[in-house]
């Protein structure tokens, strides 16, 4: 089983920043990929940014020049510095872990509201 704890959501302005934490706990495969996505009202959840655990990152094309996901790997940690933010990016973030081994397996986080508003 793996935990994992989002930290870092808020309300922001229109052309602010905000950067989100999340820990992780629990049985963490040596080969796995820490990402973020996100949720809004009415919208399916889609992907913000991965980072494998030797550094490779995937970033949507919606927050590509915006948002930077870097990784602790010693404390299990994952991150996302958002800048630029935008009415459109108010949702709830959620991290997620996928171990990889035989059969890929995702864990989820409770997830974190940010609101970008004026």
């Known amino acids: 089983q793996v935990y994992l704890v989002e930290f870092g959501g808020g309300l922001v302005q229109p052309g602010g920043s905000l950067t989100l934490s999340c820990a992780a706990s629990g049985s963490i495969f040596s080969t796995n990929v820490l990402g973020w996505y996100r949720q809004s009202p009415g919208k399916e959840r889609e992907l913000v940014a991965t980072m494998t655990n030797d550094g490779i990152t995937n970033y949507s094309d919606s927050v590509k020049g915006r948002v930077t996901i870097s990784r602790d790997n010693a404390k299990n940690r994952v991150y996302l510095q958002m800048n630029g933010l935008k009415p459109e990016d108010t949702a709830v973030y959620y991290c997620?872990?996928?171990?990889?081994?035989?059969?890929?397996?995702?864990?989820w986080g409770q997830g974190t509201q940010v609101t970008v508003s004026s």
């Open positions: 997620k872990l996928r171990n990889i081994f035989t059969v890929p397996v995702d864990y």
